[in-house]
């Protein structure tokens, strides 16, 4: 390849080891809630919303006793825990307030993701959490939905152990491999 991958992208991995003594500040946040705003979405519907707790502040701990066994080893020690929530419903109805929510959310959450990686900070995404539990403490409005959480600090890991991807080919030929 006469093009390389960008150094944000080929660096980037989620890690499992926080350092405890990083903080990130108000402003740190703020910019990485700016890349999620600036993603683009369907219709630009921006079907998305984020509850960021920084891990000295109270709302932590309304987060942190939600974590299943898995992440609780390394969650509560980032800097930072975003909640992420998708706008599924149009409000006050089941129908669907878009079908590319669920999408756009996970694109905002990419572009968070890099602009995190560019500021020195790691994230890692994840779905290990009681999401039952967690909707009825921060009770969003019906209309929106928490898909995941981002476990966002420097990271301590020294690196991914077994990393493994689909080849460039899989990517090409995979849904028409029936055919
Ligand atoms: C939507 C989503 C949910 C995830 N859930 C978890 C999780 O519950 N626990 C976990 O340890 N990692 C979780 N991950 C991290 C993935 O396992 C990780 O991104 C994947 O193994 C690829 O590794 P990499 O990010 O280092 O490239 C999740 C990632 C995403 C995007």
Same mark, same amino acid.
């Given at each position: &390849?006469?093009?390389?991958?960008? @150094?944000?992208? /080929?660096?980037?991995?989620?890690?499992?080891?926080?350092?405890?003594?990083?903080?990130?500040? @108000?402003?740190?946040?703020?910019?990485?809630?700016?890349?999620?705003? =600036? /993603?683009?979405? %369907?219709?630009?519907?921006?079907?998305?919303?984020?509850? #960021?707790?920084?891990?000295?502040? #109270?709302?932590?701990?309304?987060?942190?006793?939600?974590?299943?066994?898995?992440?609780?080893?390394? /969650? #509560?020690? %980032?800097?930072?825990?975003?909640? !992420?929530?998708?706008?599924?419903?149009?409000?006050? *109805? !089941?129908?669907?307030?878009?079908?590319? %929510?669920?999408?756009?959310?996970?694109?905002?959450?990419?572009?968070? *993701?890099?602009?995190?990686? %560019?500021?020195?900070?790691?994230?890692?995404?994840?779905?290990?959490?009681?999401?039952?539990?967690? !909707?009825? @403490?921060?009770?969003?409005? #019906? /209309? =929106?939905?928490?898909?995941? &959480?981002?476990?966002?600090?420097?990271?301590?890991? @020294?690196?991914?152990?077994?990393?493994?991807?689909? !080849?460039?080919?899989?990517?090409?030929?995979?849904? =028409?491999?029936?055919?």
């Amino acid at each position: &390849m006469s093009q390389q991958l960008h @150094e944000l992208l /080929a660096a980037r991995f989620s890690p499992s080891a926080f350092d405890e003594a990083h903080s990130v500040s @108000e402003n740190d946040v703020d910019v990485l809630l700016e890349a999620a705003r =600036w /993603a683009p979405s %369907a219709g630009n519907s921006q079907p998305w919303a984020f509850f #960021p707790v920084r891990r000295d502040e #109270p709302d932590h701990r309304r987060v942190v006793k939600f974590l299943a066994a898995s992440s609780a080893r390394w /969650a #509560p020690s %980032a800097s930072l825990l975003i909640v !992420t929530l998708a706008h599924r419903y149009v409000d006050g *109805t !089941t129908w669907a307030y878009s079908d590319f %929510a669920d999408y756009d959310l996970g694109q905002s959450v990419a572009h968070l *993701t890099l602009q995190a990686h %560019a500021m020195g900070l790691a994230c890692r995404q994840f779905r290990a959490f009681d999401l039952d539990g967690l !909707t009825a @403490e921060l009770r969003p409005d #019906p /209309a =929106w939905r928490i898909v995941s &959480m981002i476990a966002i600090g420097r990271s301590i890991d @020294e690196g991914p152990v077994l990393r493994e991807r689909r !080849t460039r080919d899989e990517l090409r030929s995979a849904p =028409w491999s029936g055919v």
